[in-house]
């Protein structure tokens, strides 16, 4: 039986990453391998989830609001009643928020996850409330997203979930607050691939324990469209 709800990874590749994200104290080797990094962790939170994976390597449209209606709308055409669509730069993102959103599901028609910088890092939709047009209209990309989009659901009487608030990755302070300040020993991986140079010193890592590590469990391959 196929399931219902699907998780839509949005997301751009290492190359493109590190052509938009704002590390410029990184050589272009380390960007390039922490953007990698991030893209590689929330994979396997995705697959760690128990649902089907789709990653939007073909995306289209002039901007970023068409490129993501877009890939919702091919989710929804794939035969998905709900799609739960993430992005590669909130590293605190657990397996945990991905089962509360798909749960939420279940008895709302939206599920947010919203970002400190006022953006969003999840966006859950059942398909009966997805606008292609109007959802392209809303201003993607900026310190307003969040509150538009719960000004935009409540006009619509839609009802809505809002899961625990985020830190995302957009430029060097985001990286160097999360990897000097997160419990996550995934901030301890990062932090090695930044220390690599002479000109930072070396910082001892903390290997992994059954409470800071996750595990990762064998799931079907991703569904590339």
């Not at 990874?9 to 052509?19: D, V």
């Not at 789709?54 to 055409?77: C, M, P, T, V, W």
């Not at 090695?192 to 469990?217: A, E």
Request: glycine share 4%.
């Amino acid at each position: 039986m196929k399931q219902r709800t699907a998780i839509l990874l949005f997301s751009r590749s290492a190359k493109e990453e590190i052509a938009h994200k704002q590390l410029s104290f990184t050589s272009l080797r380390q960007s390039k391998n922490i953007a990698t990094k991030l893209i590689q962790q929330t994979s396997r939170i995705a697959q760690s989830s128990g649902l089907p994976v789709l990653h939007a390597d073909q995306q289209k449209g002039a901007n970023f609001a068409e490129r993501l209606s877009y890939s919702i709308q091919k989710a929804f055409q794939n035969g998905y009643e709900q799609v739960i669509a993430i992005g590669n730069d909130t590293p605190a993102l657990n397996v945990a928020h991905l089962r509360q959103a798909e749960q939420a599901l279940s008895q709302k028609n939206v599920v947010l996850g919203p970002s400190k910088d006022g953006g969003i890092y999840l966006l859950g939709l059942k398909k009966e409330a997805f606008n292609q047009l109007s959802f392209e209209q809303l201003s993607w990309q900026t310190a307003h997203l969040f509150t538009e989009l719960i000004h935009f659901v409540s006009q619509q009487e839609w009802s809505f979930h809002t899961l625990e608030t985020l830190a995302d990755i957009d430029n060097a302070k985001d990286f160097l607050d999360f990897i000097n300040k997160s419990l996550f020993y995934f901030a301890q991986i990062l932090k090695s691939l930044l220390f690599t140079t002479s000109i930072f010193p070396v910082h001892h890592i903390i290997p992994p324990t059954p409470t800071t590590q996750f595990p990762f469990l064998q799931r079907p391959p991703p569904i590339h469209f």
